[in-house]
């Protein structure tokens, strides 16, 4: 038998428990793997509560993100054999906080050797999300993103990014996050009340890209900074981002093969704050569930 942590009702934490199956076997385009590190998101817990809907089986096994080795490749895969260290989205919903667990093939790649497991099972999720972010407006080197939430695990990523880009990065987060948002060679603005004025003051001629993961009313306040309103993207609240004139995250074509090798080469390096054992899945969820993590929190079964 093999763990995995499902949760059994949607709602709060408490419908959260390890469990046992049988290690998953690979269908036609999947790899099975053996779990060394998968990433926790926002998306884990708002699953949960029922955000995205409450139609589904349960129990459902939770976890978006894994970086593995494969034990097994189902029929028609090609590209993938067993040993190899790949990264990448657990297929037909089977999770990634566990022991074992299988993949869509056409969603994963091989890990890059110099990164670790813990950085390689942020990319698919996080990493990619960044990039998107990113990408999807074109701007030049010299012009100005501005980030909010810049201190989490998808915004410290893109004011990476950006840096490869030469893009002039501004990032709003809590005044606890100046230095790591420093760090990325942002300039940082510290968030709530009276953050549009602070950024005004760094950025006088205004926002070329603005890059959410906060959404709500700190959205609304910073939006109007924009040059172009439809410069603005967001992974955090798509229909208050349609709605000022913006749009949702849209998937860059090949992301993950891109973002992959952007942090295999090192430009990229994913902010691991915290790692926990697969029995201390709950501790990892209710970090992330705070809102206020500073980078990722990966579990490492
Ligand atoms: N659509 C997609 O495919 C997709 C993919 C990935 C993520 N997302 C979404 O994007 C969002 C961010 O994800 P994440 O993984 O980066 O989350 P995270 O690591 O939990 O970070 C969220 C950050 O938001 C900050 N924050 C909260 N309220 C804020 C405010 N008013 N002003 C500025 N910062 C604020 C928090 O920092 P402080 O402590 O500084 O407040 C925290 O660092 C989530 O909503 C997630 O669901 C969507």
Avoid: C
Avoid at 104 to 130: C, L, Q, R, W, Y
């Amino acid at each position: 038998m093999s763990k995995v942590f499902v949760f059994t009702a949607f709602g709060g934490p408490e419908h959260q428990q390890l469990t046992e199956r049988a290690a998953p076997v690979p269908g036609p385009g999947e790899i099975a793997i053996a779990v060394r590190a998968a990433g926790v998101n926002p998306a884990d817990w708002k699953r949960r509560r029922g955000a995205f809907g409450t139609d589904g089986a349960l129990p459902v096994a939770m976890g978006l993100e894994a970086a593995g080795v494969v034990t097994a490749v189902g029929e028609g895969v090609e590209g993938f054999a067993v040993g190899d260290e790949v990264l990448g989205t657990p297929a037909r919903g089977l999770g990634a906080f566990a022991e074992h667990t299988v993949l869509d093939a056409a969603a994963s790649v091989a890990k890059p050797a110099d990164v670790p497991f813990t950085d390689a099972a942020t990319i698919p999720v996080a990493a990619t999300t960044a990039y998107d972010l990113t990408h999807q407006v074109e701007i030049e080197p010299g012009q100005t993103l501005l980030v909010l939430g810049a201190g989490g695990g998808v915004g410290l990523m893109a004011l990476q990014i950006a840096k490869v880009h030469r893009f002039q990065a501004v990032g709003v987060a809590s005044d606890a996050k100046r230095e790591l948002v420093e760090s990325t060679g942002a300039t940082f603005v510290a968030s709530g009340p009276g953050a549009a004025d602070r950024v005004r003051a760094v950025a006088p001629d205004g926002i070329d890209l603005l890059a959410d993961l906060v959404g709500g009313d700190a959205l609304r306040a910073l939006a109007p900074l924009l040059k172009d309103p439809s410069h603005l993207v967001s992974a955090a609240d798509p229909a208050t981002a349609r709605e000022l004139g913006g749009s949702g995250r849209v998937r860059t074509e090949g992301v993950l093969e891109k973002i992959t090798g952007v942090v295999g080469y090192g430009l990229v390096s994913p902010n691991v704050v915290a790692t926990y054992p697969l029995d201390r899945a709950a501790e990892a969820l209710a970090l992330v569930e705070s809102g206020h993590s500073a980078g990722k929190v990966v579990i490492v079964p």
